[in-house]
């Protein structure tokens, strides 16, 4: 764990040195948890999100997109229950000064022992090899039963005070935490305030106060803005049901324990979709919509077993059924992206705060219904960061030198190709010039002459370019070049005239794309 731990600051500061991620207004030491993306980290978010843009809008005929302004009606979120709803429990250490999130200090000891379970089984396997039968292993092995009963009991208590009658049930909370001995990870005590709520959205003043000002808000979802549109989109595009809205937005939060890094932000990017269908779909569209968000995941090629679906136990009053998509960090697995059946509640509740009628004619049928709605929702930032740590590393070479390499997919790498003339003489910067101006209107080159060779594709590993493109002597002669692959380093003579049908497809969205047909 400590050494993932290791390995998570390094990709922070490797984000930082090599132009991808730098704090917000870092020359004042930063604002927390909001951060600034640099030269490289805007080309890696910009393609992730043509990613997800171009296989709602472009992949599926009946899903378009809309871009809604941040600032929204405030009646917006009292319809949307966030004025009442939209909270977090807090709790205190007296000692220590820090604020806690008690929901979190309660799932991180249920993970607690089902780490435990996990490590015992694995113990185990490695005793036993082909002949270890887990399920026995867990019905018979005391340890394992003994975590198993903790973690079933907390689990129980835990619902019980989530799903209290009239909200959560603060105390109970405290309770628990105190029960289980649960210290405060900085000062090791347990001297606990009580738990309270605190609403989570940021507000701010609209008009002067002369002219009556009104408290409107950050918008703490992109959703509402799509829920509201609802109507406009469905007329003007003459948009018949099931039908998608996509869209690409800021989202805001005031998140109390605001950590690792790009996870828990502040101020941050969310790309949500809202499919809406008639009623009694749901669960059709809901086993549909989890499949294919999957699958545009796993398309990434990280390998299946960084990804899980984590159910909902808790759903939200208006929900029948959630889940999260979750992908192994190295600080373990951890929601990128939910999936939500949101029954029909936020169009109703617009309907009845609005007072406007927010219905389907449904032609087929001769009836009128407020449709239901399956929401994607997927956090920009969370996407960016799984990419980045997935993709980096620290490799040992067989000369006994060590690199350090971002394996990112080619099509979401901020530069694709690098061009760099072997010295400053004999016409080879101006060849490599020539070459990058004849490539870049096709994808993102970029020109280096400064050091020597070695240390240039170094430079461009850090960066995740996948090709690299030498100009030397030979060049002048035959108008070929040494081509370098950065995940093999493997280096080939080709003609400058192919350098473009070679490259542009491994690097275009487009061939990301085709594969999830
Ligand atoms: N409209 C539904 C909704 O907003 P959510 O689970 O609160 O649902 C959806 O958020 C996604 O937005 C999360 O899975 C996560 O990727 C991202 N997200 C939420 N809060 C975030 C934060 N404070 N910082 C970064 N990303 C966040």
Same mark, same amino acid.
């Given at each position: 764990?400590?050494?993932?731990?290791?390995?998570?600051?390094?990709?922070?500061? =490797?984000?930082?040195?090599?132009?991808?991620?730098?704090?917000?207004?870092?020359?004042?030491?930063?604002?927390?948890?909001?951060?600034?993306?640099?030269?490289?980290?805007?080309?890696?978010?910009?393609?992730?999100?043509?990613?997800?843009?171009?296989?709602?809008?472009?992949?599926?005929?009946?899903?378009v997109?809309?871009?809604?302004?941040?600032?929204? =009606?405030?009646?917006?979120?009292?319809?949307?229950?966030?004025?009442?709803?939209?909270?977090?429990?807090?709790?205190?250490?007296?000692?220590?000064?820090?604020?806690?999130?008690?929901?979190?200090? /309660?799932?991180?000891?249920?993970?607690?022992?089902?780490?435990?379970?996990?490590?015992?089984?694995?113990?185990? %396997?490695?005793?036993?090899?082909?002949?270890f039968?887990? @399920?026995?292993?867990?019905?018979?092995?005391?340890?394992?039963?003994?975590?198993?009963?903790?973690?079933d009991?907390?689990?129980?208590?835990? %619902?019980?005070?989530?799903?209290?009658?009239?909200?959560?049930?603060?105390?109970?909370?405290?309770?628990?935490?105190?029960?289980?001995?649960?210290?405060?990870?900085?000062?090791?005590?347990?001297n606990?305030?009580d738990?309270?709520?605190?609403?989570?959205?940021?507000?701010?003043?609209?008009?002067?106060?002369?002219?009556?000002?009104?408290?409107?808000?950050?918008?703490?979802? &992109?959703?509402?803005?799509?829920?509201?549109?609802?109507?406009?989109?469905q007329?003007?595009?003459?948009?018949?049901?099931?039908?998608?809205?996509?869209?690409?937005?800021?989202?805001?939060?005031?998140?109390?324990?605001?950590?690792?890094?790009?996870?828990?932000?502040?101020?941050?990017?969310?790309?949500?979709?809202?499919?809406f269908?008639?009623?009694? *779909?749901?669960?059709?569209?809901?086993?549909?919509?989890?499949?294919?968000?999957?699958?545009?995941?796993?398309?990434?090629?990280?390998?299946?077993?960084?990804?899980?679906?984590?159910? =909902?136990?808790?759903?939200?009053?208006? @929900?029948n059924?959630?889940?999260?998509?979750?992908?192994?960090?190295?600080?373990?697995?951890?929601?990128?992206?939910?999936?939500?059946?949101?029954?029909?509640?936020?169009?109703?509740? =617009?309907?009845?705060?609005?007072?406007?009628?927010?219905?389907?004619?449904?032609?087929? &049928?001769?009836?009128?219904?407020?449709?239901?709605?399956?929401? !994607?929702?997927?956090?920009?930032?969370?996407?960016?960061?799984?990419?980045?740590?997935?993709s980096?590393?620290?490799?040992?070479?067989?000369?006994?030198?060590?690199? &350090?390499?971002?394996?990112?997919?080619?099509?979401?790498?901020?530069?694709?190709?690098?061009?760099?003339?072997?010295?400053?003489?004999?016409?080879?910067?101006?060849?490599?010039?020539e070459?990058i101006?004849?490539?870049?209107?096709?994808?993102?080159?970029?020109?280096?002459?400064?050091?020597?060779?070695?240390?240039?594709?170094?430079?461009?590993d850090?960066?995740?370019?996948?090709?690299?493109?030498?100009?030397? %002597?030979? !060049?002048?002669?035959?108008? *070929?070049? &040494?081509?370098?692959?950065?995940?093999?380093?493997?280096?080939?003579?080709?003609? /400058?005239?192919?350098?473009?049908?070679? /490259?542009?497809?491994?690097?275009?969205? !487009?061939?990301?794309?085709?594969?999830?047909?």
């Open positions: 764990m400590a050494q993932q731990e290791d390995v998570f600051k390094k990709i922070v500061s =490797h984000c930082k040195e090599y132009g991808f991620v730098f704090p917000s207004s870092d020359i004042y030491d930063g604002l927390g948890a909001v951060y600034d993306y640099g030269q490289n980290g805007v080309e890696l978010k910009n393609n992730i999100k043509q990613y997800w843009w171009q296989s709602m809008v472009l992949l599926h005929e009946n899903i997109g809309i871009d809604a302004a941040i600032f929204m =009606h405030p009646t917006t979120w009292k319809a949307s229950g966030h004025v009442d709803a939209f909270n977090d429990p807090l709790i205190d250490n007296r000692d220590s000064k820090k604020r806690y999130r008690a929901d979190v200090l /309660i799932e991180e000891q249920m993970a607690k022992y089902e780490d435990k379970i996990q490590k015992e089984i694995e113990k185990a %396997q490695k005793r036993f090899g082909d002949a039968d887990e @399920a026995q292993f867990r019905a018979t092995n005391a340890r394992v039963l003994e975590n198993q009963e903790k973690f009991a907390l689990h129980k208590r835990y %619902q019980e005070v989530m799903n209290a009658e009239g909200g959560i049930d603060l105390e109970g909370m405290k309770q628990i935490i105190l029960d289980e001995g649960i210290v405060c990870p900085i000062s090791g005590t347990r606990w305030t738990v309270r709520q605190f609403n989570l959205m940021f507000k701010t003043e609209m008009g002067s106060t002369a002219d009556g000002a009104s408290t409107i808000y950050l918008r703490p979802e &992109t959703a509402q803005g799509i829920f509201v549109n609802y109507l406009n989109v007329k003007t595009g003459r948009m018949k049901l099931p039908f998608g809205i996509a869209q690409i937005g800021k989202a805001f939060r005031n998140e109390i324990v605001a950590r690792q890094f790009i996870f828990r932000m502040r101020e941050f990017e969310q790309m949500e979709m809202q499919f269908i008639k009623p009694g *779909t749901e669960l059709d569209w809901f086993a549909k919509w989890k499949e294919t968000r999957m699958k545009w995941h796993q398309n990434l090629g990280f390998g299946a077993e960084n990804y899980r679906f984590h159910d =909902h136990d808790k759903l939200a009053h208006y @929900a059924a959630a889940t999260d998509i979750e992908f192994h960090m190295p600080f373990g697995f951890k929601e990128v992206e939910g999936i939500h059946s949101r029954t029909n509640f936020d169009l109703s509740q =617009h309907a009845k705060y609005s007072g406007k009628k927010i219905e389907y004619f449904d032609p087929e &049928t001769n009836e009128s219904y407020t449709p239901y709605v399956i929401e !994607t929702s997927i956090g920009v930032d969370r996407m960016f960061l799984s990419i980045m740590c997935h980096y590393e620290e490799q040992q070479l067989p000369d006994g030198q060590t690199r &350090t390499v971002l394996h990112l997919p080619a099509a979401l790498a901020p530069v694709k190709l690098a061009v760099f003339p072997l010295t400053k003489k004999d016409g080879m910067p101006e060849k490599a010039q070459i101006n004849d490539l870049r209107f096709h994808f993102n080159c970029k020109y280096e002459e400064k050091d020597q060779i070695g240390k240039r594709y170094r430079r461009m850090a960066i995740g370019c996948p090709y690299c493109v030498t100009v030397d %002597q030979q !060049t002048l002669e035959d108008n *070929t070049v &040494t081509l370098r692959d950065r995940d093999t380093m493997e280096q080939r003579r080709v003609a /400058i005239s192919e350098l473009r049908g070679i /490259i542009e497809d491994q690097v275009s969205i !487009t061939s990301l794309l085709k594969k999830l047909l």
